[in-house]
């Protein structure tokens, strides 16, 4: 009968064992990664470069010269009229104001057009974190276009983007924010339930976070922009 070298058959076994772990360790710490990344407590690994500004960190720079005064500009004229040439989609951006309630749409940064605009429930302040009813401020991009079931069309902005990510985890450093509070999400350019175009004329701020218009005038401009248009907004 031949002799077994039981100290070499547990070695093998463990090594076996480590090895076999080490695929079963990435699948676990993906699928966490995943569910962190999902709930908004952690950012994507690709904005790393960025959020940590290991290259530059760029303040964020205004793109847009408001229009004088707290009016909205050709309002009662349609955007057929105002922009009578074929329009290159790649011109325009928007500059929403909250102090004034006022979004603005820009075809080759000149201003062409004003719509009366209502934000979150708190509108006062950039947005730090989910739940906080607050509209985030700065330079932001169209990611998604779509049809809503209830707010007429969904202009879908990237927040949140690096500069957010950074702001929020400063507020948790400085101890304004639990460290368990996700960031949020979802924040978008959208209409208002059939029927409900008052909440924008009495400037009623009633949505988590995302800049509402009444439906035609969501419908118009969803119209004009697309995915990458830049969306800056300010206090």
């Not at 500004?53 to 408001?66: F, G, R």
């Not at 429930?121 to 049809?147: C, F, H, M, S, V």
């Not at 948790?172 to 924010?177: A, P, T, V």
Request: glycine share 6%.
């Amino acid at each position: 009968m031949p002799i077994i070298n039981t100290e070499a058959l547990t070695k093998n076994v463990k090594r076996h064992g480590i090895i076999l772990s080490i695929p079963l360790f990435i699948v676990a710490g993906s699928v966490f990664y995943w569910l962190l990344l999902r709930i908004g407590l952690i950012f994507p690994v690709t904005e790393i470069p960025e959020i940590l500004c290991i290259y530059n960190c760029k303040l964020e720079q205004k793109i847009h010269k408001p229009i004088i005064g707290d009016e909205l500009l050709n309002y009662d004229q349609p955007i057929e009229k105002l922009i009578t040439k074929p329009i290159n989609k790649q011109k325009i951006s928007i500059l929403i104001e909250k102090s004034q309630h006022r979004l603005t749409l820009y075809y080759n940064l000149s201003p062409i057009k004003s719509y009366p605009v209502v934000f979150g429930a708190n509108p006062t302040g950039d947005k730090q974190r989910e739940g906080d009813k607050k509209t985030p401020e700065g330079i932001l991009q169209i990611q998604d276009l779509y049809p809503h079931p209830q707010w007429s069309k969904f202009m879908w902005l990237n927040y949140p983007h690096p500069q957010s990510w950074r702001k929020h985890f400063q507020a948790k450093i400085n101890g304004e924010l639990a460290w368990y509070i996700p960031i949020g999400g979802e924040v978008g350019i959208h209409g208002v339930p059939a029927g409900a175009d008052e909440m924008i004329d009495i400037r009623k701020n009633w949505t988590l976070g995302c800049p509402s218009l009444k439906n035609k005038d969501v419908d118009e401009i969803y119209q004009l922009v697309q995915k990458g248009t830049v969306v800056e907004i300010n206090p």
